[in-house]
């Protein structure tokens, strides 16, 4: 009597397991565009988003003078603390319902730049800062291509009021050196008198010019002369020009 035994087939269903496997493996690998084009614009991306906050909120802050100015960052940081705070205690909330917060806080803020950027464009437009009353006054007069004195002063450091007499064409009155504070740009762009404010906040002498193109290398441009222990004239009274072209 013969018995025969049969043998399971687990070669087969071993084989038929390990093709799963890889199959589902190769499902779930990443694809080229994840491994290398995602790395690279991920960077970009978050650059993108914060150069726009900051763009857009700095708007908004320089709109709102003062107080405002203070309100509006509180009230942005509650908002952008509750929004974190939302996200933070719905772990399951979908992808979609996520980006549609994002998307709609974006475009508020977006609004809110595009409101505002008059305002924040006209402040520094304008660049008017406030430099209080000057301790001297210096008297100049601009005509055709020149300045009359070329060399202004001496006025002790601090804020000297500057009146100009442009007697023909028009002609601006810049500083070379940036460290100079000026009130407002003193520009004539007709025949007629401007009075303008600059601070000298140490002594020495300072290059003054018409950047209008071509002036300066005709010869619109003079010395201002800041020295220390200068007796200044009362304001609203002219400095002695050390010369007189």
């Not at 992808?95 to 508020?108: F, K, R, T």
């Not at 520094?124 to 008297?139: D, M, N, R, Y």
């Not at 025949?191 to 010019?209: E, L, N, Q, R």
């Amino acid at each position: 009597m013969t018995t025969e035994t049969q043998e399971p087939e687990t070669t087969e269903v071993a084989a038929g397991d390990a093709g799963g496997e890889e199959a589902a493996a190769e499902s779930t690998r990443p694809g080229a565009f994840d491994r290398y084009v995602v790395p690279l614009l991920m960077p970009v991306a978050i650059g993108a988003t914060v150069l726009f906050w900051v763009l857009n909120l700095s708007r908004i802050l320089l709109a709102a003078e003062g107080t405002g100015a203070v309100i509006a960052g509180i009230v942005i940081t509650v908002v952008i603390l509750g929004g974190a705070a939302t996200l933070a205690a719905a772990p399951r909330l979908k992808s979609s319902s996520a980006s549609l917060m994002m998307s709609g806080a974006l475009v508020v803020v977006l609004i809110a730049g595009l409101v505002t950027i008059g305002a924040a464009e006209e402040d520094k437009a304008e660049g008017e800062v406030s430099l209080g009353e000057p301790i001297a006054t210096v008297a100049v007069e601009s005509g055709n291509l020149y300045f009359k004195p070329e060399e202004l002063g001496p006025v002790p450091p601090g804020v000297i009021q500057i009146d100009v007499d442009n007697v023909a064409g028009g002609h601006t009155i810049r500083f070379e050196d940036p460290l100079v504070e000026v009130e407002k740009n003193i520009d004539m762009p007709t025949p007629g008198a401007v009075t303008g404010k600059a601070k000298f906040a140490t002594p020495g002498t300072y290059v003054f010019f018409c950047d209008i193109p071509g002036h300066r290398a005709a010869g619109m441009e003079g010395i201002f002369t800041v020295e220390e222990g200068a007796t200044p004239p009362e304001a609203g009274a002219e400095a002695t020009p050390t010369s007189a072209a």
